[in-house]
């Protein structure tokens, strides 16, 4: 499975949103610098020792959806609630939210397959000019 730096940064973004989290209050909470936060939520560069290292103090998210997509974003509803039970937002809002979540995943990915496919035709354009 490729890992794509995007699609991590929007389900990092989404989490955020979701616990109402600005860059630097994720970076107290998982005792990480503000810049490395920053990079991760950007799509930049990084380690993936740097991203499990955030994510293993973040004990509620699921790290398998951050990286993968694949699962629910809690480890467990219940963890999914504040601690007086409830939602912080009406389940219409974090609807809505998924939705956009899923428009940015797949804006990602034809931007992604857009890039491969001008990587095929410099490819084909690096060949055919090398005949002239």
């Known amino acids: 499975m490729a890992i794509n730096l995007q699609q991590i940064s929007a389900r990092l973004k989404f989490y955020m949103r ?72 009406d389940r219409a809002a974090y609807l809505a939210e998924m939705q956009n979540l899923l428009q940015e995943l797949d804006d990602i990915e034809k931007q992604r397959q857009q890039q491969s496919n001008l990587d095929q035709l410099r490819g084909r354009i690096r060949e055919l000019t090398k005949h002239i």
């Not at 994510?55 to 219940?78: A, H, T």
């Open 18 to 89: 979701i616990k109402e989290l600005d860059v630097y209050q994720l970076s107290v909470l998982t005792q990480t610098e503000p810049a490395l936060v920053g990079c991760i939520v950007q799509g930049e560069e990084y380690s993936m020792d740097d991203l499990l290292a955030l994510l293993k103090q973040l004990p509620d998210l699921n790290s398998r959806w951050v990286i993968y997509g694949e699962g629910n974003v809690f480890k467990s509803s219940e963890q999914n609630q504040n601690p007086e039970g409830h939602l912080k937002k």
